[in-house]
Structure formats: structure tokens, C-alpha cells
């Protein structure tokens, strides 16, 4: 749930305790689109299918880590890691 207030202070709802939100920070390895910064690669969908053939979808996530390149913290899927580990020919 998102509250947006004009000050400094807000009053949480369900209590009457106001909060600063002036000093909350924000994680920045929240990783929020599972997407890979470096490529673009993203989910997938598949089927699971049961022994009666019925067909539920489901979503295949590729396989994020987050990195620090050039000194900003990027999600960035494995295939890129092991291409950037790569050495030159």
C-alpha cells in the first residue's frame, strides 16, 4: 500500500503512530522487475502438465544475482556473468 502525505510525518494506518519518512531508506538489491539490467532477458512461460493432460501455466524465472558493475549494484542473470568471465581471444 502506498499513502502519500505532504509532510515529513505520517500516521500509519490501524495506529496512531506517526512515522518519519524522511528517514526510511530503501534497500537498493531489491531486485523489482526480474529482468537482467546488462541484457534484458526475462521470465518465461511454460506449462506443467498432469497425468490427465491438464494444462497449468507457470513461469520459469532466470537465475539473478546481484552484481556491482562499474560500482552501481545491477541484477544480472548468470549467462551474462559467465560471459563477462569469459577472456578474451
Known amino acids: 500500500m502506498l499513502y502519500f502525505s ?5 500516521i ?14 530503501i534497500n537498493q538489491e531489491i531486485i523489482m522487475a526480474k529482468k537482467c539490467d546488462v541484457c534484458g532477458r526475462g521470465s518465461t512461460k511454460d506449462a506443467s502438465r498432469s497425468h490427465s493432460n491438464i494444462k497449468t501455466i507457470k513461469r520459469q524465472y532466470i537465475n539473478l544475482q546481484v552484481k556491482k558493475i562499474n560500482g552501481k549494484s545491477q541484477a544480472v542473470c548468470a549467462k551474462c556473468i ?8
Open 6 to 10: 505532504f509532510s515529513a510525518y505520517h
Open 12 to 25: 500509519l494506518p490501524f495506529t496512531s503512530k506517526a512515522v518519519n519518512i524522511k528517514n526510511i531508506k
Open 82 to 89: 559467465k560471459t563477462m568471465a569469459k577472456k578474451k581471444k
